[in-house]
């Protein structure tokens, strides 16, 4: 049974920091596609960051130059650091896994983590 567990989640003050931990099992991490979709009140899931089985690492526009993701196969492990936060942060952040990176379509997903970036 493939499972994703998020951790890292919190309450920061915009300029803040956190880092998003997702650890995987139930299945070969290291033939996978990993992803971060995030979901804040009242919006749809919005695909933030994806790093391949090759670790080629794609980021939306708006985190470039904020978020960094990375892997760790031998923790089958994905990364999500998160720099200079702002309020717009503010989301459910979850882990995905699937053969490729995608927006948001992946088929598999963790429970989430809280993010809130406020004052």
């Known amino acids: 049974e493939v499972q994703l567990v998020e951790s890292g989640g919190g309450l920061v003050q915009p300029g803040g920091s956190l880092r998003l931990s997702c650890a995987a099992s139930g299945f070969r991490f290291g033939d996978y596609a990993m992803g971060w979709i995030r979901q804040a009140p009242g919006k749809e899931p919005e695909g933030v960051s994806c790093i391949s089985r090759d670790g080629d690492t794609s980021y939306e526009d708006f985190v470039k130059g904020r978020f960094t993701i990375s892997r760790d196969n031998a923790k089958n492990t994905v990364y999500l650091q998160m720099n200079n936060l702002k309020p717009e942060d503010t989301a459910i952040y979850y882990c995905?896994?699937?053969?490729?990176?995608?927006?948001?379509?992946?088929?598999?997903w963790g429970q989430g983590t809280q993010v809130t970036v406020s004052s």
């Open positions: 995905a896994a699937d053969n490729a990176c995608a927006l948001v379509r992946y088929d598999h």
